[in-house]
């Protein structure tokens, strides 16, 4: 199973505190964005151009990167949570489907641990459950167990000088679910009122290379049982 | 006594002439539109229709006329329905013009996705610059005055209009009963080269699904599928991204064993000459679609049984009730 890439965790404050002239007292509650941003080895991610070097020194570029992501939890230090319920798509190509502002307002505090599912965790990954566009695509057939693919990478890479095409597509493969969960515990994130955005970064090198490292030349389509 | 006859003469024409008004007064066309209750079939996606031309049966009735009546074409030589015969799923082999089919769920419109957005954006696009529609022969005409009052309160017809009813018809066009459908629905079981060839198609032996998955048989994007090692711009004509040479939209593959010939360019005859092509004829060039992975051995290599199980699978897909849904024929035949 790779495990992947959401590497770096900023949070950024989004508006500033409003002074406000009554006495009642102001809510400390806030809304949290996530912003999902895409890198190669620090560098901003740019499409379609073989200009990236994995750790088994391919060439790669990147035409396409889709995915799902679900189940955020925020948890302050005494163990309250806060679910986000329901599943995020993100487009890396398409801005407007990289970003989420919470629909849930989160009670004032810190909150020191961030968990979510990268995937779809079995109760969601069920046929039907996205008829829209953009998420319809990411169907996962019948015939391979149903549901949705996870993630669909795709791109070129030079391959002694042939440039070749790589998939590598995640999803679950009839009883497999293969979907990784995430968990971070050094947020810090404190909720005083203002909303605040949290950035999550994910390394696309991270995922050739982790837990074992990836050779397209040898492996340039990851998809059924390879 | 002269005078009096011609008094009652002008008397009697000026009651007439009252009557006349008051009769015609009861007839004017109101707008007073009943709304269409378009039914999404069970699984599709969400059907957006814009608050600005809400479906209603008058709109779908006048845009089922203009897609039959070549008073639409300046030259009153053409109509929609001549290149988009409904008995090939509202297309013509001769022309190898794109179906009409299911076109509510799409959101980029011909081959090369010229024109984005709604039903109502292609529609106009139609009326504006293909058929040159002449609004004064309309506004001349009849009977369409009254129809465009009567569905979209029209006092003068103008392309919107036009347009607006085109796609309120358009909408109505949905194929979703085909063999596969009802298969769906647990109301008939495949046969085994029906079965096999649906196992083809959904897995990465066979690998249709990844542009031609989903209920509706096209992810509506475009792609390079390699069919020239030189490919023509396709997409990048519109969009100016030499990343786009050669790509173009995912038709439907609803209905595709009634819309021959296939391709872009119409370059394949039958069904078999596609699937050869996609077994052993893919063609490898710089902006080929990373999803044709099997580019290196030219094409998925299917067996001649493969092929044979594919094709039965395919033909599920045929929907002989769209072809022959009266709600969608001619309504000047006789």
């Given at each position: ?121 079995d109760e969601m990954n069920i046929n039907a459950a996205f008829p829209n566009p953009p998420e319809n695509i990411m169907e996962w057939p019948v015939p391979l167990g149903g549901g949705y693919h996870y993630m669909k990478l795709e791109g070129k890479f030079d391959s002694a000088n042939i440039i070749k095409n790589f998939q590598a597509h995640t999803g679950r493969l009839m009883e497999n679910p293969h979907f990784i969960n995430i968990s971070i515990s050094d947020l810090n994130l404190l909720i005083d009122g203002s909303d605040k955005t949290i950035n999550l970064n994910m390394d696309v090198n991270k995922w050739w290379v982790t837990p074992n490292t990836l050779d397209l030349n040898n492996i340039s389509g990851i998809m059924e049982n390879e | 006594m002269k005078h009096s006859v011609n008094l009652f003469i002008v008397v009697l024409v000026i009651l007439l002439s009252q009557g006349c008004k008051k009769t015609s007064t009861t007839e004017e066309p109101t707008y007073k539109p009943t709304p269409y209750d378009l039914q999404k079939p069970e699984g599709f996606p969400d059907l957006f229709i814009d608050g600005d031309n809400p479906m209603t049966v ?277």
């Amino acid at each position: 199973m790779r495990s992947l890439l959401i590497a770096v965790i900023t949070i950024v404050f989004l508006l500033p505190s409003l002074s406000s002239c009554k006495k009642e007292t102001v809510s400390k509650d806030a809304k949290v964005s996530f912003s999902f941003n895409h890198y190669v080895d620090g560098q901003t991610l740019e499409f379609d151009t073989i200009k990236y070097t994995n750790e088994a020194g391919n060439q790669y570029g990147v035409s396409t990167l889709k995915y799902f992501v679900s189940d955020f939890v925020l948890t302050d230090a005494d163990g309250k949570s806060v679910n986000f319920e329901g599943a995020f798509f993100v487009d890396a190509k398409e801005i407007e489907n990289n970003s989420f502002v919470s629909s849930t307002t989160i009670p004032a505090g810190t909150y020191n641990k961030l968990s979510f599912v990268f995937g779809l965790n079995d109760e969601m990954n069920i046929n039907a459950a996205f008829p829209n566009p953009p998420e319809n695509i990411m169907e996962w057939p019948v015939p391979l167990g149903g549901g949705y693919h996870y993630m669909k990478l795709e791109g070129k890479f030079d391959s002694a000088n042939i440039i070749k095409n790589f998939q590598a597509h995640t999803g679950r493969l009839m009883e497999n679910p293969h979907f990784i969960n995430i968990s971070i515990s050094d947020l810090n994130l404190l909720i005083d009122g203002s909303d605040k955005t949290i950035n999550l970064n994910m390394d696309v090198n991270k995922w050739w290379v982790t837990p074992n490292t990836l050779d397209l030349n040898n492996i340039s389509g990851i998809m059924e049982n390879e | 006594m002269k005078h009096s006859v011609n008094l009652f003469i002008v008397v009697l024409v000026i009651l007439l002439s009252q009557g006349c008004k008051k009769t015609s007064t009861t007839e004017e066309p109101t707008y007073k539109p009943t709304p269409y209750d378009l039914q999404k079939p069970e699984g599709f996606p969400d059907l957006f229709i814009d608050g600005d031309n809400p479906m209603t049966v008058e709109g779908v009735k006048l845009g089922r006329m203009l897609y039959y009546d070549s008073i639409i074409d300046k030259d009153n030589s053409r109509a929609c329905a001549g290149c988009h015969s409904q008995q090939e799923s509202f297309t013509l082999s001769s022309v190898n013009s794109l179906a009409h089919i299911n076109l509510g769920w799409n959101g980029a419109y011909l081959w090369n996705g010229k024109i984005e957005g709604r039903l109502e954006d292609i529609m106009l696009f139609e009326v504006e610059e293909f058929f040159e529609t002449d609004m004064s022969k309309l506004n001349n005409d009849a009977i369409y005055p009254e129809l465009f009052k009567k569905a979209f309160n029209a006092d003068v017809i103008t392309s919107r209009e036009v347009s607006y009813a085109l796609a309120q018809f358009e909408r109505t066009m949905i194929s979703a009963n085909s063999r596969w459908d009802r298969y769906l629905r647990g109301e008939v079981t495949l046969t085994q080269a029906e079965a096999q060839g649906y196992e083809l198609f959904f897995t990465e032996k066979g690998d249709c699904f990844h542009c031609h998955g989903t209920i509706l048989f096209t992810d509506n994007l475009f792609h390079n599928n390699g069919l020239d090692s030189l490919p023509g711009p396709g997409r990048e004509f519109i969009s100016n991204n030499p990343e786009d040479k050669g790509k173009f939209k995912s038709p439907t593959l609803r209905n595709i064993m009634l819309t021959a010939p296939y391709m872009h360019d119409g370059r394949y005859e039958t069904i078999e000459e596609v699937i050869d092509f996609y077994s052993h004829g893919v063609k490898w060039s710089p902006t080929i679609d990373p999803l044709m992975k099997k580019v290196g051995n030219g094409g998925v290599q299917l067996t001649q049984q493969e092929k044979n199980n594919l094709i039965a699978f395919l033909k599920t897909l045929t929907d002989t009730t769209y072809i022959n849904n009266p709600e969608l024929s001619d309504p000047f035949a006789k």
